[in-house]
C-alpha cells in the first residue's frame, strides 16, 4: 500500500526525515511514495499565507514538483480542511501509512494533532518527525525546570547540548503508485498576483526552491559570513545571509545550515567568529519558537500585561505613511519600501522601522506585525511576533520600552553614506551623505542642487522625532508605575 508524505513547510528532498523515512519503507516493502502538498483552506486561521509568500510558494512548489516528478512521482496539489483531503486521498490509493515534519505554531500543531488522530482512528499509520527546528521546543527546559523567557542563557544552554543529527540525503527514486493520484493545477490556485502584477521586485530578487537554498548558503559559508559580526548590521552591504524565506519555507533546514557552518569554521578557523555571531541568529530562531510554544498568545497579546491597554493612538494618516515610505524620515522610507519591493528588509531596518511605528507613531505594534506579515517574504509567526514584541517592549527579553531608535543617528551610523537610502529612495540620490538621512535641515541650496523640493518630491517629516520621543517616554513611565 502506499505511504503518503505530506510536505508543509519544508519544502525539500534532502534532510527531510518523513520523506526519508518513506523512501526507507518504500525500499524495504516495495510501496509506493505519493508526495502531497495541500493548500489549507484560507479562512481556518487569522493568519492565512499573506501575498508575498503565496508568491513565494508558488515558486518553491514549482520546483519541488518538477524534482519529484524527476525522482519518479508526481507531487499531488489538492486544497482544502487537510484532514478531509488526506481522507480521500488515503480512501483513493489505498494507502496505509501517512508521514510529515511537525509546525511549531499552536493553530497549527492543533490541526495536525487532529489529522493524526482522525488517521489512527482508520487504523493508518500516521507519524510526524522534526525537520524545522535544532531543538523542538518542549526538549529544552531550564535546569530549575520550565521553559526559557531569556535568551542568552537559553542559547548558552542549547549550544552547549546541541548536538543535531547528520542531514541526509535526498532520495535517488521515489516509486509511484500504478495510477496517479488526480492533482490540482498549480497555476490555478491563484497564487501569483493578477493585476496589478506587484511582483517585478520579488522575481528580480529572489529565486524559491532548494536548490537556489542550498547553493546561496554555500556561497555565503564560503567567505562573506567571516564578516558577518559586524556586517550584519550594514544594510548599504549585503552581509547577511538573506536565508529567512528559505528557512521559513524549509527549502532548507537549520541542521543543514548548522553542519554547514560547523564544517567551514572547522575548514577556516579565520571564519569561526563570524560563524559563531551567525549561529546565534540561528539560535534566535529557536527561542522564538521556544517562546511560541509556550506562549500561543505572543502573536496577539504582550506578554508583559502592563502593556495591555496601552493607549496607541489611531491614525491612519501616519500608518499609511509608514507602510508606503513616506513618513519623511529616509532611513524608515527607505527599509519599507525595501519591503514593499523586494518582500524583505534588512534586521537592523526592520528594528528602526517597527520603533518608528510604535514609538514615534504611537501606533500598537500589531499593525505593524500585520502589514510585515502580508509583505515579507519570509513571514514566520515565531519570529515576526517575537520581534515585534521585542522592539515593543512588552515581548521576553525584550529592549525596555525607554529605548526609542533615532533614525537619523541610526542612518548615520549604519548606512554612513546614504547608499542604501539611495538605493530605495531615489528621489534624494543627490543628496550628499552629510543631509541625506535629514533632508529637511539642508541649507536651501544643497537642497536646491540636488534636485529635491521638500514637501513635494519627498515629504516633509510626517512628526518630528524629539517631540514624539518625549510623548513615548511619559506613556513608557505611567506603565512602569503599574
Ligand atoms: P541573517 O542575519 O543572515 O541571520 C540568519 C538567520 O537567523 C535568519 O535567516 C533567521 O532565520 C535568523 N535570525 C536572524 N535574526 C533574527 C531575529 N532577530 N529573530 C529571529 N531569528 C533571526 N525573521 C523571520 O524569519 N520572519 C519574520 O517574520 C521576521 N519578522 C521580524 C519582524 C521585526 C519587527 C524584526 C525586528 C525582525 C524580524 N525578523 C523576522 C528577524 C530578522 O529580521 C530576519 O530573520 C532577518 O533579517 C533575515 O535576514 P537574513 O536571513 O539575511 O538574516
Known sequence: APIIVWFRNDLRLADNPALTAAAQASAERGAPVIPLYVLEDEDATPWALGGAQRWWLHGSLERLAARCA???????LRRGEPGAVIDALVAETGADCVLWNRRYAPTWSARDAAVEERLKARGVDARSF?????????????KSGGPFKVFTPFWRHLSATLDPPMPTRAPSALKAPRTAPASDALDRWGLLPAKPDWAAGLRR?????????????ADFLDGPVGAYATERDRPDHDGTSA???????????????????????????ELAPGIDAFLREIGWREFQHHLLHHAPELPDTPLDRRFADFPWREDPAGLRAWQRGRTGYPIVDAGMRQLWQTGWMHNRVRMITASFLIKDLLLPWQEGERWFWDTLVDADLAQNAGNWQWVAGCGADAAPFFRVFNPILQGEKFDPQGDYVRRYVPELDRLPPRWIHQPW????????????????????PFLDHAVARDRALAHYRERKGK
Open 130 to 142: 522534526n525537520a524545522g527546528l535544532l531543538a523542538e521546543p518542549w526538549t529544552v527546559e531550564k
Open 243 to 269: 536565508l529567512s524565506p528559505r528557512l521559513a519555507f524549509g527549502e532548507i533546514g537549520p541542521r543543514q545550515v548548522w553542519h554547514a557552518a560547523r564544517h567551514a569554521a572547522d575548514a577556516r578557523p
Open 70 to 76: 524527476h525522482l519518479g512521482s508526481p507531487l499531488v
Open 441 to 460: 535641515a539642508a541649507p536651501t541650496e544643497v537642497l536646491r542642487q540636488a534636485g529635491v523640493r521638500l514637501g513635494d518630491d519627498y515629504p516633509r
Open 205 to 217: 530578487r529572489w529565486v524559491p526552491g532548494e536548490a537556489a537554498a542550498l547553493s546561496h548558503l
